[in-house]
């Protein structure tokens, strides 16, 4: 395969992804507009509980990731059958997990919520919108599992067609149930837990349809076994990358709850301006979202059909496309970094905060975008632990002790605490770096080969 041809299976996966993405954000951002002109408890609130969905959101997100894996590398194989038997036990056992998850959730809602502040109006504002927007869980593990059966045939445009109907159900709900134009109800936040609850629930649901649709992938890839039997091979398949990938996205959910708090011991206006902020940062890094997803993806194909110079043309031509998406957002966010926060809220005390954080982010946004390529290498070269551990090392080690003692021992200004995030990516690509050659991930194809061969002489011999 050439290089134009690479480049276009690249860009066939990641483009629909960032499309997806956009759309995603754009329904985020015009929410969180609305939402940021309530009060500035809203605002923070909102951010409380979307912590808490969040976390559950990372953990079957990573599990999404290693069912891609698996089928991503059957799909190489041509071994139809079990792209869906994959799929299929990965619904068996995350589905009935992701209920347990919401009902620990209503039952120790306010431990869990006295993690983050001891405001009691915050508490109260956030578990109105808790209590109803933590019923989405199940339908966004629902969402993980579909995403990676599509994404696993190399197929990112149907997800990307659902997040445009998702997004269009939270903006009109959204828009409706907050400010109750004419004689429906103004619900405030209350609104916007409800239409956030069926964005998902809309998204779920679609994704599982097409799916099983008469000319949907699974009516043509048959298999014999029973929906609900466990297959323990393709389980272990399906976690041992998986529950890595999971405990990677929820020691950062897990780092957001403390620096969360942290945030908080400086006022709500600061925690609404980090939440904001955040925002801002997403809409700049969403042309180096699809990364991830392409490089697990691809690089699984390549290692199932057992290709090392498709293998090897892949990682190069990702690494240098998401070197230029890193390099436009650093550009935007040095650029508008007052012109999002304006958009995003008319606090001038909140804008001012978020101006901040969106300007020293701009310095972690080559090195994240970077990582995201070189974690789905190693991911899908067999390494499951590596991204984890190096994830641990970025937020456990660097970020998370720095804004603690800078916030809450040396109670220096809020700036030194977006200093400690920027400084974790910058810490973890180099951490991944060094890893990538140390472990010559490049080679794991053309070294499995050359064993193969040694393994044949020693057996001749």
Not at 26 to 36: C, D, E, K
Not at 217 to 229: A, K, L, T, V, W
Not at 374 to 388: D, E, L
Request: net charge positive.
């Amino acid at each position: 395969m050439d290089k134009k041809q690479v480049n276009r299976d690249i860009f066939k996966m990641v483009l629909p992804i960032i499309i997806e993405n956009m759309l995603q954000m754009s329904a985020g951002l015009v929410t969180t507009a609305m939402i940021g002109r309530l009060m500035a408890d809203d605002i923070a609130a909102q951010g409380v509980g979307n912590r808490i969905i969040n976390t559950f959101w990372a953990l079957f997100k990573g599990i999404g990731i290693g069912a891609t894996v698996i089928v991503a590398l059957r799909y190489g194989q041509q071994r139809w059958d079990q792209c869906r038997r994959t799929v299929e036990q990965a619904y068996v056992t995350v589905i009935p997990v992701s209920l347990l998850c919401v009902l620990g959730t209503l039952i120790f809602l306010d431990p869990i919520l006295h993690l983050f502040t001891q405001d009691q109006a915050l508490l109260d504002t956030a578990r109105g919108f808790a209590r109803i927007a933590i019923f989405a869980v199940p339908f966004m593990a629902l969402s993980s599992l579909n995403a990676a059966a599509f994404n696993g045939h190399g197929n990112t445009k149907t997800p990307m067609y659902i997040a445009f109907l998702m997004n269009g159900v939270n903006i009109v709900l959204g828009f409706l149930l907050i400010f109750g134009p004419g004689p429906l109800p103004a619900l405030g936040l209350t609104g916007a837990a409800i239409s956030t609850l069926c964005s998902w629930m809309t998204g779920g649901l679609t994704g599982l349809f097409l799916l099983y649709a008469p000319k949907g992938y699974f009516s043509h890839e048959i298999h014999n076994q029973s929906f609900f039997s466990l297959d323990k091979h393709v389980l272990a398949q399906i976690y041992k990358t998986g529950i890595p990938a999971a405990c990677e996205n929820v020691f950062w959910q897990l780092s957001a709850i403390v620096l969360s708090n942290v945030i908080l011991g400086y006022g709500s206006a600061a925690f609404a301006a980090y939440n904001l902020g955040l925002q801002a940062e997403t809409i700049c890094e969403m042309p180096g979202i699809g990364f991830v997803t392409a490089s697990t993806a691809l690089a699984a194909r390549a290692i199932g059909m057992n290709d090392d110079a498709l293998y090897r043309l892949y990682f190069k031509q990702m690494r240098k496309f998401s070197f230029f998406t890193g390099v436009f957002a650093s550009v935007a966010l040095f650029t508008f970094a007052g012109g999002f926060m304006t958009l995003l809220t008319d606090k001038g005390e909140i804008q001012a905060l978020g101006q901040v954080y969106v300007f020293i982010m701009g310095f972690a946004q080559i090195p994240q975008d970077l990582a995201k390529v070189y974690n789905g290498t190693i991911r899908s070269a067999g390494y499951r632990n590596v991204p984890m551990t190096v994830s641990f090392v970025g937020i456990w080690c660097v970020r998370v002790p720095m804004a603690v003692i800078c916030g809450k021992l040396l109670h220096l200004d809020l700036s030194f605490i977006w200093i400690a995030i920027a400084l974790d990516q910058i810490v973890r690509i180099l951490i991944n770096m060094a890893i990538f050659q140390k472990k010559r991930v490049i080679d794991v194809i053309s070294d499995g080969r050359a064993a193969r061969l040694q393994g044949e002489k020693t057996s001749v011999s």
